[in-house]
Nanobody, 120 residues
Framework: QVQLVESGGGLVQPGGSLRLSCLASGFTFSTYAMSWYRQAPGKERELVASIGNLGISRKYADSVKGRFTISRDNAKNTVSLQMSSLKPEDTAVYFC?????????????WGQGTQVTVSS
């Protein structure tokens, strides 16, 4: 059974930091690219950051560059998102996603999300 379980969300003041983690199980984690998405109320889900299966390639949304860092530990089947200098506009539900494309099919798994609220 595939599972992606996010943790680490919560309430933080503007300028503060949070570290989100996503624990994966039920698939070969090291062969999947991993991403963090977020969805704010009334808005579409957007890509925040992604990391290749070996942890070499990383990409970030312009809105979080220089403030967020994505990392992964293939030995522990985890992907993390370190968030710093948080702003109220970072408030959203954050989701992790695993994806892998083959010549036969594309595979995609989502977690249930964790709420991040940035407010004073």
């Amino acid at each position: 059974q595939v599972q992606l379980v996010e943790s680490g969300g919560g309430l933080v003041q503007p300028g503060g930091s949070l570290r989100l983690s996503c624990l994966a199980s039920g698939f070969t984690f090291s062969t999947y690219a991993m991403s963090w998405y977020r969805q704010a109320p009334g808005k579409e889900r957007e890509l925040v950051a992604s990391i290749g299966n070996l942890g070499i390639s990383r990409k970030y949304a312009d809105s979080v560059k220089g403030r967020f860092t994505i990392s992964r530990d293939n030995a522990k089947n985890t992907v993390s998102l370190q968030m710093s200098s948080l702003k109220p506009e970072d408030t959203a539900v954050y989701f992790c996603k695993g994806s892998r494309g083959t010549t036969i099919a594309n595979y995609e798994y989502w977690g249930q999300g964790t709420q991040v609220t940035v407010s004073s």
